[in-house]
């Protein structure tokens, strides 16, 4: 795994079999109020493609914090995170967007949906910043919306959907470029118990079908289920990693 800092993101192709994301003696500290605050204390952990695992813990413990180092959005104080063969901290600013833009998609526990646009447009949205010709687009943007059922929906704007609808279109946004990681904070916190579960299984049905690993950062039972690797975090720190039989049952 040598000269990583030489690969620029978008062009690292992923090892066939390695390890898709990897922290080594990851640190993340916040200046605050005259003292640096620890929220990731030494993380040490290899995520392989596929895998549909969970930063599991209580509030505070740390689990938006290292989904954001994994998605580029933010840096380790010290110790490494390498996406898709890249070391995040040697990334600059273009190369972490376009890491982002081509290889991870977001899903939010608020949606995060444009509000002025449609449906349509707001999945559409990713494959502009990729620069997707026209003909690819709608292509994509057709099938995303049939992946999560909402085709008929394509020309309505997210003020008049559901929070489950809306959570669904922000499915079809995160996999419209069939990214090779999807990162999910806390998606179904403002779901009730049937729509967490359609969100759930449409999530492990594209897991299966596209093999995009899916890391969600979670303290909520209806996903911990549907995990199959449930990685613990308390006080910054993986008290707990261990492989989980998933329960697709109701
Ligand atoms: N930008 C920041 N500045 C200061 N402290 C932060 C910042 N971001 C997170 N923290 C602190 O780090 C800890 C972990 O936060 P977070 O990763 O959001 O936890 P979780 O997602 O598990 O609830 C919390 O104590 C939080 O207050
Ligand atoms: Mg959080």
């Known amino acids: 795994m040598g000269n990583q800092a030489d690969r620029s993101a978008g062009e690292a192709a992923p090892a066939k079999n390695g390890a898709l994301i990897t922290t080594s003696g990851l640190v993340k500290q916040f200046p605050t109020g005259g003292y640096l605050f620890t929220a990731l204390n030494g993380i040490n952990l290899l995520i392989d493609r596929g895998e549909f695992t969970g930063l599991v813990g209580p509030s505070g413990s740390g689990k938006t914090t290292l989904l954001n180092i994994i998605g580029a959005l933010d840096?380790?104080?010290?110790?490494?995170?390498?996406?898709?063969?890249?070391?995040?901290?040697?990334?600059?600013?273009?190369?972490?967007?376009?890491?982002?833009?081509?290889?991870?998609?977001?899903?939010?526990?608020?949606?995060?949906?444009?509000?002025?646009?449609?449906?349509?447009?707001?999945?559409?949205?990713?494959?502009?910043?990729?620069?997707?010709?026209?003909?690819?687009?709608?292509?994509?943007?057709?099938?995303?919306?049939?992946?999560?059922?909402?085709?008929?929906?394509?020309?309505?704007?997210?003020?008049?959907?559901?929070?489950?609808?809306?959570?669904?279109?922000a499915v079809a946004r995160a996999m419209v470029k069939k990214p090779?990681?999807?990162?999910?904070?806390?998606?179904?916190?403002?779901?009730?118990a049937e729509n967490s579960h359609n969100i759930l299984r449409m999530m492990v049905e594209l897991n299966t079908e596209l093999e995009t690993t899916f890391i969600f950062a979670t303290h909520d039972e209806k996903v911990i289920r549907y995990l199959r690797r449930r990685i613990t975090l308390r006080d910054g720190r993986v008290v707990e990693d261990r492989e989980m039989e998933p329960d697709y049952t109701t």
């Not at 995060?112 to 690819?136: H, I, S, W």
């Not at 090779?180 to 009730?192: F, G, H, R």
């Open 75 to 169: 840096y380790p104080s010290s110790g490494s995170a390498v996406v898709l063969g890249s070391d995040t901290k040697h990334l600059n600013h273009k190369q972490s967007a376009r890491l982002r833009n081509h290889h991870i998609g977001f899903i939010f526990q608020t949606y995060n949906l444009l509000p002025v646009y449609t449906v349509y447009e707001n999945v559409e949205f990713p494959l502009l910043l990729l620069g997707m010709e026209a003909d690819r687009r709608r292509r994509a943007v057709t099938q995303a919306l049939e992946w999560v059922g909402l085709t008929d929906r394509a020309q309505q704007r997210p003020a008049q959907l559901s929070g489950g609808e809306s959570q669904r279109v």
């Open 180 to 192: 090779e990681i999807v990162l999910a904070d806390e998606p179904t916190a403002n779901l009730d």
